[in-house]
């Protein structure tokens, strides 16, 4: 079975920084692209950003350099670096594989 477990969300204010973190079991992960979407406050999901097995990785404009995703194929993770956080990045993020599978998300919520 499938599981995808995010967790590292939080409150932050701008310009802080969080680290998600997404933990994969049910299938072998180091040969599965990975993404992030997230689905901000009465909006519709929006991908975030991708890393392939290989670990090329590719951004939605409004938050390259600023996010940083990245893998460990031994733990079966997947992660966010999220650096000078805006109060438009609030919203729920989640972790998602072909399938489609999703987690359940964790909530970012970036105000002063």
């Known amino acids: 079975e499938v599981q995808l477990v995010e967790s590292g969300g939080g409150l932050v204010q701008p310009g802080g920084s969080l680290r998600l973190s997404c933990s994969a079991s049910g299938f072998t992960f180091s040969t599965y692209t990975m993404h992030w979407v997230r689905q901000a406050p009465g909006k519709g999901l929006e991908w975030v950003s991708t890393i392939a097995s290989g670990g090329s990785n590719r951004y939605v404009d409004s938050v390259k350099g600023r996010f940083t995703i990245s893998r460990d194929n031994a733990k079966n993770t997947l992660y966010l670096q999220m650096n000078n956080l805006k109060p438009e990045d609030t919203a729920v993020y989640y972790c998602?594989?072909?399938?489609?599978?999703w987690g359940q998300g964790t909530q970012v919520t970036v105000s002063s």
């Open positions: 998602a594989k072909s399938g489609p599978y």
